[in-house]
């Protein structure tokens, strides 16, 4: 990831050169023990922190992993821009000097962030969505036989969201959506209803960390509340082991209905299940229809902190140990102070499965996640509620 080297400054001296440059820096926030700092950019119509961090023969500045713009452009751009402002000496760089191409998974109409999904409707007849689509091709392969229908990509690896939107611009394709984040919490923002398949083919296994697995109770619970009536969840895998753990969770509804195939030939195959069937792999299907519809979703998730306000006694009182609740948990996992009466916390909660990285904002009169609020999951929201109560003294309540 692009970042640059130079003399260190000092922590002082960083914040004294940051007010003169307010048309990107908003503020800094130090670290206790002042060895590193988040500078609080907003850059072409976004925010995030770049972090400055004191290293062995200098200091390093480069992306916060947790606020990380997806843009690499907005992001190179950003780090040169401040390390001018900043009057930086440059040790090293790996930023290139050119200005670099937008790279087609931001420059894409087809490409769409989780928020696009709050409130969803679309023009198309019929939603699909394909959860971890890797090489893309069954994704394409569905797009281009199926037009009247809108086929939503879900997939963590950038470098193959980035390739499906080349191959969606060479081919022409208009009903295709691409998504570079988790399935597990994206599922949970989408209306009830609403999806004819969902396709989960060949997810990682993960049977030695069995609670990272895509197909889970809540995922099954989630798919058949987003699928419509006679909609399909559809999993494909090579590996015995997950095929028998899937069958097993397929199995929990008080009322069910699934087919089972071993070894059937799909019109296209995937890269991985090419490199299976050379090695002579069994391949399962496991095919679980809807068969009623779904109540719609009602709840609204406010992630507001009312009148919260900072208070002396706030610092003092952060555990350090991550506090679990029923279904979710939050971490406090560091400290930030800004000013006298303003600090940020990094904290890490929600689902044990699917944790969520932010940052909450704290100053003399309002409190507030930065620089955006947590995605609205049932397992966030009581994490949230659980946070507000504990920042509150954990005796008064909104």
């Keep these: 990831m692009p970042h640059i080297r130079c003399d260190d400054i000092g922590i002082d001296t960083l914040k004294k050169r940051a007010k003169c440059a307010k048309e990107i820096i908003q503020f800094i926030a130090t670290s206790s023990n002042r060895d590193e700092a988040l500078l609080a ?48 000496d440059i040790i090293e760089s790996n930023i290139e000097n050119k200005k670099a191409k937008p790279s087609p998974l931001f420059a894409s109409d087809y490409y769409k962030k989780i928020e696009d999904f709050i409130d969803f409707k679309t023009s198309f007849k019929e939603i699909a969505i394909e959860v971890g689509f890797g090489s893309g091709r069954h994704i394409l392969y569905q797009a281009k036989s199926n037009p009247q229908k809108l086929f939503i990509g879900l997939e963590i690896h950038t470098p193959s969201a980035s390739q499906l939107l080349k191959q969606i611009e060479i081919q022409g394709l208009k009903n ?102 050379r090695q002579e792999k069994n391949i399962y299907d496991l095919t679980l229809f809807c068969d009623e519809n779904s109540k719609e979703k009602k709840s609204l998730y406010s992630f507001s902190f009312c009148d919260l306000g900072y208070n002396k006694n706030m610092i003092e009182n952060l555990p350090s140990k991550p506090q679990v609740g029923d279904g979710f948990f939050f971490h406090f ?66």
Excluded at 44 to 73: H, Q, S
Excluded at 193 to 218: E, G, L, M, T
């Design 41 to 88: 950019i907003e850059y072409k119509d976004d925010r995030f922190f770049l972090l400055y961090k004191k290293v062995k023969n200098g200091a390093l500045l480069k992306y916060d992993k947790a606020t990380r713009p997806l843009n690499l452009t907005t992001l190179k751009e950003s780090i040169e821009f401040c390390a001018q402002v900043l009057s930086l």
């Design 176 to 277: 295709i959506f691409v998504v570079n984040y988790d399935a597990r919490l994206f599922l949970e923002i989408l209306p009830s209803n609403i999806c004819a398949n969902i396709y989960v083919h060949f997810p990682v296994p993960w049977d030695k960390k069995p609670h990272r697995r895509v197909i889970s109770k809540d995922f099954l619970q989630e798919s058949l509340r987003v699928l419509k009536k006679e909609g399909t969840l559809e999993l494909r895998t090579d590996s015995q082991k997950y095929y028998e753990y899937a069958l097993e969770v397929f199995s929990m509804p008080n009322r069910c209905r699934f087919e089972i195939k071993k070894n059937h030939t799909l019109p296209i195959v995937s890269k991985y299940e090419a490199r299976w069937l």
């Design 333 to 398: 996992e560091r400290l930030y102070m800004i000013d006298e009466d303003m600090f940020l916390i990094k904290c890490a909660f929600g689902d044990f499965a699917k944790p969520e990285q932010k940052y909450i904002l704290i100053s003399k009169d309002k409190c507030t996640y930065y620089p955006y609020e947590p995605i609205g999951s049932h397992s966030n929201m009581s994490a949230h509620n659980a946070i507000k109560e504990f920042l509150n003294g954990k005796c008064h309540s909104c």
